[in-house]
């Protein structure tokens, strides 16, 4: 049993040193453009992560989760599907901030 906690205890130090160093969770931003898309697909980048801080967290006795607000996968399907609906926005909105791009041109 030991064994196990330390086993999982090391992969927990693990995917916090992932996503602190490397991929930090995407807030949602009213006033970046953006901001929505790339949460999305931060989130669904980190899902197995955060899926596993998710239920531990949940399953922590005296836990200020709510099992309800766990994310199903339905959500995760939801999540998917939001992402896929906006990444053209995001590539136009990324081609027309290029530097071609004459500001008033017709």
Same mark, same amino acid.
């Given at each position: 049993?030991?064994k196990?906690?330390? #086993?999982?205890?090391? !992969?927990y !130090? ?22 929505? !898309?790339?949460?999305l697909q ?5 899902r197995q ?7 531990e ?5 005296? #836990? ?28 136009l ?5 290029g #530097?071609?791009?004459? !500001?008033g041109?017709?």
């Open positions: 049993m030991q196990v906690r330390l #086993s999982l205890l090391k !992969y !130090y693990l995917a916090l040193i992932i996503i602190i160093l490397e991929l930090s969770v995407v807030a949602d931003n009213q006033t970046r453009w953006n901001s929505t !898309y790339l949460m931060r989130a669904l980048k980190l992560h955060l899926v596993v801080f998710i239920d967290a949940v399953d922590k006795e005296n #836990s200020p989760l709510n099992p309800v607000d766990a994310i199903s996968k339905d959500d995760w399907t939801t999540l998917q599907i939001m992402h896929d609906l906006l990444k053209p926005f995001w590539k909105t990324l081609r027309l901030q #530097s071609n791009y004459k !500001y041109a017709i």
